[in-house]
């Protein structure tokens, strides 16, 4: 009997010792079946998430194009299995840069025509010219990028050498800014623009009663769009090109301000074959066409596509004096800018954009463009709104303006860069009073509590880690001036930071899908070789990219 209560004492022992093994394996198997699959996880590194709280992690979890998870690096390597894991060995990411204003298809276009950035002389201008002649001889001969304020002759030139440099091939020279040309005498007799024709007399720099060749805005515009379009073969190559130099500085989106639909639809097509992976947010130019097929219809959006906004201009730039100001020109006191289009027309344009839900995006770079269209803007959203209607520029403001920005809850759209490459000479076309109220960044910011940022280029470099540079240290790449021009208007390094990630995909209204790493918003980010947000500030403008990703694929480098 005793014998019997100890078998079966000892059989109950070992059957829930049986029992106790098959949960504790059971328990460890579900561990392992309950790890979920990443396409991708990053770790050992710093990820900004730039969110609400400005948090950061050591790991970053992908999948399906999609920020699933961010988090410590044994948190997230326990979680998540995958089949690509990168140790980021201390280095930091980012979100993808945004562009808040640039013209990426028209950068893409420009790719084959004669660089002329930075020459410091008309010889030298010339030069290069020459040079691009030898390798591209057909057709037309085009450039962008010249500037006489680099001069040592800082007055426009004239197309006298043009003329004898190139006699018989049409010239089409676009300055830095895009808003003035200059054109040798073939371009001005197949273009059609002389003496007779002009519809603007302002629009044309005159020497002793004569065309000198240069012109602004309008028919500026004319000159350049004389030029042949090339085939849609050649603009694709250039537009892959365009992509691989923005995903190499970082960018994954940009904010392409002023397209038509035929370049729309170029993009439109090439993203959806998958050519094209940059994300692009297309303002419409305010053409009749345009206004048929998108504005009256409503919104477009794939997820690389974005068209829910206008471009306008209300005046031309500082740099060619076609900038709009109330008072004239402190090194020209007969001339105070242009204005790019009449007000009637203006009103029009945003009365439509504002009747069928599109945003306003207007060019102003004077104080009177600026006082203008807030006006226009004012009597459409009458008080403050999340219509997120944009100044684009916004260089110079009356000091009585900046409050109508928060008003009317207007958002300023700027370029860092724009004020360390202007700020050699701005003061001598606006006078120390209104240069105070100038790329005055910080004090537009603090009226809404954001801004956007970009590099208008090709005007500036494309690189957002030296509009990141600019904003916070209000300094060019060779560290001048030393105190910073005009400091008080620089931003700090988080807002920096947002201008270029989640403040721009807001200016789109795409804050909810990109611009942080965030769960659920597209895994677009950056992995640098340097924290930019604790780095000494010399070094910030050789912070290298490491890799590139969108909709987490790495798109640079390429393999």
Same mark, same amino acid.
């Given at each position: 009997?005793?014998?019997?209560?100890?078998?079966?004492?000892?059989?109950?022992?070992?059957?829930?010792?049986?029992?106790?093994?098959?949960?504790?394996?059971?328990?460890?198997?579900?561990c392992?079946?309950?790890?979920?699959?990443?396409?991708?996880?990053?770790?050992?590194?710093?990820?900004?998430?730039?969110?609400?709280?400005?948090?950061?992690?050591?790991?970053?979890?992908?999948?399906?194009?999609?920020?699933?998870?961010?988090?410590?690096?044994?948190?997230?390597?326990?979680?998540?299995?995958t089949?690509?894991?990168?140790?980021?060995q201390?280095?930091?990411?980012?979100p993808?840069?945004?562009?808040?204003?640039?013209h990426f298809?028209h950068?893409?276009?420009?790719?084959?025509?004669a660089?002329?950035f930075?020459?410091?002389?008309?010889?030298?201008?010339?030069?290069?010219?020459?040079?691009?002649?030898?390798?591209?001889?057909?057709?037309?001969?085009?450039?962008?990028?010249?500037?006489?304020?680099?001069?040592?002759?800082?007055?426009?030139?004239?197309?006298?050498?043009?003329?004898?440099?190139?006699?018989?091939i049409?010239v089409?020279l676009?300055?830095?800014d895009?808003?003035a040309?200059?054109?040798? &005498?073939? #371009?001005?007799r197949? *273009? %059609? =623009?002389?003496? +007779?024709?002009?519809m603007?007399? !302002?629009?044309?720099?005159?020497?002793?009663?004569?065309?000198?060749?240069?012109?602004?805005?309008?028919?500026?515009?004319?000159?350049?769009?004389?030029?042949?379009r090339?085939?849609?073969?050649?603009?694709?190559?250039?537009?892959?090109?365009?992509?691989?130099?923005?995903?190499?500085?970082?960018?994954?989106?940009?904010?392409?301000?002023?397209?038509?639909?035929?370049e729309?639809?170029?993009?439109d097509?090439?993203?959806?074959q998958?050519?094209?992976?940059?994300k692009?947010?297309?303002?419409l130019?305010?053409?009749?066409e345009?206004?048929?097929?998108?504005?009256k219809?409503?919104?477009?959006?794939?997820?690389?596509?974005?068209i829910?906004?206008?471009?306008l201009?209300?005046?031309?730039?500082?740099?060619?004096?076609?900038?709009?100001l109330?008072?004239?020109? &402190?090194? #020209?006191?007969?001339? *105070? %800018? =242009?204005?790019a +289009?009449?007000?009637?027309?203006? !009103?029009?344009?945003?009365?439509?954009?504002?009747?069928?839900g599109?945003?306003v995006?207007?060019?102003?770079?004077?104080?009177s463009?600026?006082?203008?269209?807030?006006?226009?803007?004012?009597?459409?959203l009458?008080?403050?709104?999340?219509?997120?209607?944009r100044?684009?520029?916004?260089?110079?403001?009356?000091?009585?303006?900046?409050?109508?920005?928060?008003?009317?809850?207007?958002?300023?759209?700027?370029?860092?860069?724009?004020?360390?490459?202007?700020?050699?000479?701005?003061?001598?076309?606006?006078?120390?009073?209104?240069?105070?109220?100038?790329y005055?960044y910080?004090?537009?910011?603090?009226?809404n509590?954001?801004?956007?940022?970009?590099t208008?280029?090709p005007i500036?470099?494309?690189?957002?880690?030296l509009?990141?540079?600019?904003?916070?240290?209000?300094?060019?790449?060779?560290?001048?001036?030393?105190?910073?021009?005009q400091?008080?208007?620089?931003?700090?390094?988080?807002?920096?930071?947002?201008?270029?990630?989640?403040?721009a995909a807001?200016g789109?209204?795409?804050?909810?899908?990109?611009?942080?790493?965030?769960?659920?918003?597209?895994?677009?980010?950056?992995?640098?070789?340097?924290?930019?947000?604790?780095?000494?500030e010399?070094?910030?403008?050789?912070?290298?990219?490491?890799?590139?990703?969108?909709?987490?694929?790495?798109?640079?480098?390429l393999?």
């Amino acid at each position: 009997m005793v014998f019997c209560t100890f078998v079966k004492i000892e059989s109950m022992i070992l059957r829930r010792f049986c029992l106790l093994i098959c949960i504790l394996l059971l328990m460890l198997n579900s561990c392992i079946v309950s790890r979920q699959y990443a396409d991708i996880v990053l770790y050992n590194g710093k990820v900004y998430t730039v969110d609400k709280k400005f948090s950061f992690h050591e790991s970053l979890a992908v999948k399906n194009g999609k920020v699933i998870e961010t988090g410590s690096t044994k948190a997230i390597t326990r979680k998540y299995k995958t089949n690509k894991s990168i140790d980021l060995q201390g280095k930091t990411v980012y979100p993808g840069f945004y562009d808040g204003h640039c013209h990426f298809y028209h950068y893409g276009l420009n790719l084959q025509k004669a660089d002329l950035f930075g020459v410091a002389s008309y010889t030298e201008m010339l030069q290069r010219l020459k040079e691009h002649q030898k390798k591209f001889p057909n057709g037309w001969l085009t450039g962008m990028g010249w500037d006489q304020n680099l001069w040592a002759d800082k007055n426009f030139p004239d197309n006298k050498l043009l003329n004898e440099a190139f006699p018989d091939i049409p010239v089409v020279l676009s300055r830095v800014d895009g808003h003035a040309v200059l054109l040798n &005498s073939e #371009a001005m007799r197949l *273009t %059609g =623009i002389n003496e +007779n024709t002009l519809m603007n007399k !302002e629009e044309a720099v005159w020497n002793d009663g004569k065309l000198s060749g240069v012109f602004l805005e309008n028919t500026a515009d004319k000159a350049k769009n004389a030029v042949p379009r090339p085939s849609v073969e050649s603009i694709t190559q250039l537009l892959v090109k365009a992509q691989e130099n923005c995903f190499a500085v970082g960018l994954t989106s940009v904010a392409d301000a002023g397209l038509e639909k035929r370049e729309i639809t170029i993009i439109d097509s090439l993203q959806k074959q998958g050519v094209l992976k940059m994300k692009v947010y297309a303002m419409l130019n305010p053409s009749e066409e345009n206004f048929e097929t998108y504005v009256k219809v409503g919104t477009y959006q794939t997820d690389r596509l974005h068209i829910a906004s206008v471009k306008l201009y209300a005046d031309g730039a500082l740099g060619s004096m076609g900038a709009l100001l109330k008072n004239p020109y &402190s090194d #020209a006191d007969d001339k *105070t %800018g =242009i204005l790019a +289009n009449p007000v009637k027309k203006l !009103e029009t344009f945003c009365r439509l954009a504002y009747q069928n839900g599109f945003q306003v995006n207007t060019h102003c770079i004077g104080d009177s463009a600026v006082n203008l269209m807030l006006g226009i803007y004012g009597k459409l959203l009458k008080g403050q709104n999340d219509l997120r209607w944009r100044i684009e520029h916004a260089q110079i403001v009356s000091p009585s303006d900046f409050a109508v920005f928060e008003k009317f809850s207007v958002i300023p759209s700027v370029q860092a860069t724009h004020a360390t490459s202007d700020m050699f000479w701005a003061g001598q076309r606006l006078g120390e009073e209104r240069l105070k109220n100038a790329y005055a960044y910080k004090k537009l910011l603090n009226q809404n509590g954001w801004i956007i940022n970009g590099t208008d280029f090709p005007i500036e470099n494309i690189s957002p880690l030296l509009t990141f540079y600019a904003a916070v240290s209000r300094k060019n790449t060779n560290g001048k001036p030393e105190s910073g021009f005009q400091i008080e208007n620089a931003l700090t390094r988080e807002e920096a930071l947002r201008s270029i990630t989640i403040w721009a995909a807001k200016g789109a209204f795409e804050e909810k899908e990109k611009g942080s790493l965030e769960s659920g918003k597209a895994a677009d980010f950056v992995v640098l070789d340097g924290d930019i947000m604790t780095l000494p500030e010399s070094s910030l403008p050789h912070v290298k990219i490491i890799m590139t990703f969108s909709n987490g694929e790495e798109v640079y480098p390429l393999k």
